[in-house]
């Protein structure tokens, strides 16, 4: 069993950056992926971008290409989505989920962390 837990959100200006963190307990099998997702209010969970555990290769949604980096400690069995640029339509809840192997489905999901950009 794998928890999530997502830290790092915030309010910030247009233009501005934060964080997030995404702290796994449990085993992280080096074949997992770890990805990151947003629900803004009336919308549907968008998928942000993912970074296999064991290479750390990175995807990303064109939304946000060239503005968030996703990276990965393994030694510290932590995620992290950097975000830069932020604007006012990156508000949303923001959740990093994993898998069991590459090319499952996210089975574990944290409890989400808000990120609000004020215009």
């Known amino acids: 069993q794998v928890q999530l837990v997502e830290s790092g959100g915030g309010l910030v200006q247009a233009g501005g950056s934060l964080r997030l963190s995404c702290a796994a307990s449990g085993r992280i099998f080096s074949s997992s992926v770890m990805g990151w997702f947003r629900q803004a209010p009336g919308k549907d969970r968008e998928f942000v971008g993912a970074?296999?555990?064991?290479?750390?290769?990175?995807n990303y949604a064109a939304s946000v290409k060239g503005r968030f980096t996703i990276s990965r400690d393994s030694a510290k069995n932590t995620g992290y989505l950097e975000m830069n640029s932020l604007k006012p339509e990156d508000t949303a809840v923001y959740y990093c989920a994993a898998t069991t192997g590459s090319g499952r489905p996210y089975e574990y999901w944290g409890q989400g962390t808000q990120v609000t950009v004020s215009a």
């Open positions: 970074v296999s555990w064991s290479f750390g290769n990175t």
